[in-house]
Each structure stands twice: as structure tokens, then as C-alpha cells.
């Protein structure tokens, strides 16, 4: 029989909100296409348009994360992909995906060891805020 316990539990309470201002953040082990996604991804002829469908991810992700826990974004939001390295072929459970580490920007508030996109139950997508920007 196994037996676990909690050595450390931390609670904090978030405003979960749009802001006015931008938060950087970084995510690492970034898995943004399923199988299917992948596929388009790869007919994209050039690395803007590749960038463009990687970026075109990331507030379908934020949407999920809310979605999540219970918070309904009614507020236009923004969000840009500022880098992205690394590539990765991972295998999970038998699927050839793809992670990658990435930099973006957005005026959601998103707490720090949150996942975002693919996989996130398997330790992907983790995100870390970086800095903050003033709106330009």
C-alpha cells in the first residue's frame, strides 16, 4: 500500500482580470498543436505563417485555463508570441508531438506554475511571468 502526504500546501488568491498593461511570460515545454494541428502546421509554407498559427494558439489556451476554473474572459484581450526555441518531438502515450519554449506577452493575468496547451497534466506548458509592460 501506498501512502503519500502534503509536505507543503500554498494557497493565494488571484484577481483574475484584463488589465490595461502587459505581463511577459515564459513557458517551457510548450506543446500548442495536437495531431491534427501538426499537420497544418507543417503544410505552412514559411516561418511568418508557421509563427502567425503558433501565436494564434495562445488565447485559445488562456480561453481554456478560464475556462477551467470557472472565469468567463467577456473582455477582448491581446496576446503576442515574442520568441519561441527549442523544438522538441515528444512522444506521449504513442503521439508524436511537438513542444516548444517560448516568450509572450498579454494583458491577461495569469498566475505563475499554471499550464497552458497541450499535455498540461503531464507537466507541459508550464508558464512564469516575466516582467510587466506598460501598455504602448
Not at 33 to 50: A, F, I, T
Not at 84 to 91: A, G, M, N, Y
Request: with cysteine; charged share 25%.
Amino acid at each position: 500500500q501506498l501512502e503519500m502526504e502534503i509536505d507543503q500546501l500554498d494557497m493565494k488568491q488571484y484577481t483574475m482580470q484584463v488589465w490595461d498593461q502587459y505581463f511577459t511570460y515564459g513557458i517551457r515545454h510548450w506543446v500548442p498543436l495536437n495531431q491534427k494541428n501538426w499537420k497544418e502546421y507543417l503544410q505552412l509554407d514559411g516561418m511568418v505563417e508557421r509563427l502567425a498559427y503558433l501565436e494564434s494558439k495562445l488565447p485559445c489556451h488562456i480561453l481554456a485555463f478560464a475556462s477551467g476554473i470557472g472565469w468567463q474572459i467577456e473582455k477582448h484581450f491581446d496576446v503576442k508570441l515574442l520568441d519561441i526555441s527549442d523544438p522538441r518531438t515528444v512522444k506521449i502515450k504513442g503521439v508524436k508531438l511537438c513542444s516548444f519554449h517560448a516568450k509572450f506577452c498579454t494583458n491577461v493575468f495569469l498566475p505563475n506554475n499554471i499550464g497552458l496547451g497541450g499535455k498540461v497534466s503531464k507537466g507541459f506548458g508550464m508558464i512564469n511571468q516575466k516582467s510587466n509592460r506598460k501598455k504602448n
